[in-house]
């Protein structure tokens, strides 16, 4: 298919913020990225952690069995994937969580899903399970809840902004079918830079990353903590200290590509942005709930238990299995790799801070 802007209903020429812009590529009906495409696994465009091995998604399941005994075994308790990918980790969750059977009759299970072909795919896989699918929360109304996400909020894309003179100029996009994407920059909104002046984690930055649609779904997601009592725990690719330049990334079969070679594969590469965990904490203790500490994603499952479980499980494998297995921990843990790079932080409403993970 040769490349047309029109089907992606970009105004030619005109400013488009990068944010609407991602926003249409990755999701416009039946021709966005998110809507035609499955993106996972090693035939697709890039691995997540629960698409590389069950372990990643049973050490969570154990995490969420751990908080439901920290708040007391609450009778009603929910539990929320936000964008749940294939379902690869909410297959895991049920079927550990069938093992603890005073929890497996006091939990409701949600998946949180934009994309309707996603959707679906994690319908057929889920079949007969006791999952229900949501698109907001008003469904949940008794009980604390736990909203997990990995890889979720780098998903949502994200405005960026110069700073020139102490002013804002958002960066925006316009689109020529015969030379490709062109950078320009446009005065900021005034609602926005009143909203970006509000956090201290930007503060003196020269180029600004704001998750202003980001916000927006946690708004929602907090409000419900408040009301309810629970948690959120989110795991990204992200940073605690400044960066100050831009963090999209867009990636294709596994490989990184330029923002010109993704013109023309627009709706066949994902595009993402690493998370500011910094500008993340900040934004959960305005919103009254309190933060643990930020830790990698290595010293979190280290802490849940993972080498310890491999140890067990390596009892029954043959010499190719426990390869791979340690393949597949190197890829989870080490330092340069998820194990680094990927951060967890955890916010919560509740009158127990001990939670798992974090010292
Ligand atoms: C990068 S994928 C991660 C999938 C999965 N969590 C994993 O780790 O394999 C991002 C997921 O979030 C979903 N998503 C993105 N924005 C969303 C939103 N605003 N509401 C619900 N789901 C969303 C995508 O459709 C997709 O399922």
Same mark, same amino acid.
């Given at each position: ?114 994309s309707k072909l996603l959707s679906n795919l994690q319908k057929k896989k889920l079949k007969g399970s006791k999952i229900k699918w949501i698109r907001n929360f008003d469904k949940i109304k008794k009980g604390p809840v736990i909203f997990f ?46 909203? *970006? ?34 948690? *959120? ?37 994902? *595009?993402?942005s690493l998370v500011n965990f910094s500008l993340l904490k900040e934004y959960f203790l305005k919103n009254k709930l309190k933060v643990k500490k930020i830790v990698s994603q290595k010293f979190f499952l280290e802490k849940m238990g993972i080498i310890e479980r491999v140890k067990v499980l390596e009892k029954n494998m043959t010499f190719k299995q426990k390869e791979y297995m340690s393949l597949t921990l190197r890829r989870l843990l080490n330092k340069e790799l998820m194990g ?20």
């Amino acid at each position: 298919m040769t490349y047309n802007p029109g089907y992606f209903n970009l105004r030619l020429k005109k400013l488009i913020p990068v944010d609407e812009f991602i926003e249409k590529v990755l999701y416009e009906p039946k021709i966005g990225y998110y809507t035609k495409k499955i993106p996972f696994g090693s035939q697709g465009d890039f691995i997540t952690a629960p698409t590389i091995s069950n372990l990643f998604s049973e050490i969570i399941s154990i995490w969420v069995v751990s908080v439901w005994e920290k708040l007391g075994k609450p009778k009603t308790f929910n539990f929320v994937e936000l964008g749940p990918g294939d379902g690869s980790l909410a297959k895991v969750f049920v079927n550990t969580i069938k093992k603890f059977p005073e929890l497996n009759d006091s939990i409701n299970i949600y998946l949180y899903e934009k994309s309707k072909l996603l959707s679906n795919l994690q319908k057929k896989k889920l079949k007969g399970s006791k999952i229900k699918w949501i698109r907001n929360f008003d469904k949940i109304k008794k009980g604390p809840v736990i909203f997990f996400g990995n890889e979720f909020f780098d998903a949502i894309p994200i405005k960026q902004f110069l700073v020139e003179k102490k002013s804002l100029l958002e960066k925006c996009y316009s689109v020529d079918p015969a030379s490709g994407l062109d950078e320009a920059y446009q005065k900021a909104n005034r609602e926005d830079v009143k909203k *970006i002046k509000t956090f201290k984690a930007l503060e003196g930055l020269k180029f600004i990353e704001f998750p202003k649609l980001g916000f927006l779904e946690l708004d929602k997601i907090v409000k419900k903590i408040n009301d309810l009592s629970g948690g *959120i725990l989110l795991i990204d690719y992200g940073y605690l200290n400044v960066i100050n330049r831009s963090t999209l990334q867009t990636v294709m079969k596994n490989k990184k590509i330029d923002m010109n070679h993704l013109f023309k594969n627009l709706g066949r590469a994902d *595009i993402s942005s690493l998370v500011n965990f910094s500008l993340l904490k900040e934004y959960f203790l305005k919103n009254k709930l309190k933060v643990k500490k930020i830790v990698s994603q290595k010293f979190f499952l280290e802490k849940m238990g993972i080498i310890e479980r491999v140890k067990v499980l390596e009892k029954n494998m043959t010499f190719k299995q426990k390869e791979y297995m340690s393949l597949t921990l190197r890829r989870l843990l080490n330092k340069e790799l998820m194990g680094g790079l990927f951060k967890v932080i955890f916010a919560f409403k509740s009158k127990n801070s001990n939670f798992l993970g974090f010292k």
